[in-house]
Nanobody
Framework: QVQVVESGGGLVQAGGSLRLSCATS????????MGWYRQAPGKQRELVAT???????NYAGSVKGRFTISRDNANNTVYLQMNSLKPDDTAVYYC?????????????WGQGTQVTVSS
């Protein structure tokens, strides 16, 4: 059974930093694409960042230069380092484990972790 568990959310002031973690189990991790998404109140879930099994990354324009996605295959974990946080970054952040090395079209979701950025 695949498990995806996020952690690291919290309350931070604008300009601050947070590091989210996503631990996975039940599936070969190194061969899977991983992604971070977020959903703010009243808005649709949106892609934040992705990383393929080969380590290629992609970012939403709104976070490029501020957020960094990385993966630790030895520990089946993906991270999202978030710097220079803004109130607009406030959302529930979700991790997704893709079922292929390069696509997140199909995968398993975590339960989400709340990030709140105060002005």
């Amino acid at each position: 059974q695949v498990q995806v568990v996020e952690s690291g959310g919290g309350l931070v002031q604008a300009g601050g930093s947070l590091r989210l973690s996503c631990a996975t189990s039940g599936r070969i991790f190194s061969g899977n694409a991983m992604g971070w998404y977020r959903q703010a109140p009243g808005k649709q879930r949106e892609l934040v960042a992705t990383i393929t099994s080969s380590g290629s990354t992609n970012y939403a324009g709104s976070v490029k230069g501020r957020f960094t996605i990385s993966r630790d295959n030895a520990n089946n974990t993906v991270y999202l380092q978030m710097n220079s946080l803004k109130p607009d970054d406030t959302a529930v952040y979700y991790c997704k484990l893709g079922y292929s090395g390069s696509s997140l079209s199909f995968g398993s979701w975590g339960q989400g972790t709340q990030v709140t950025v105060s002005s």
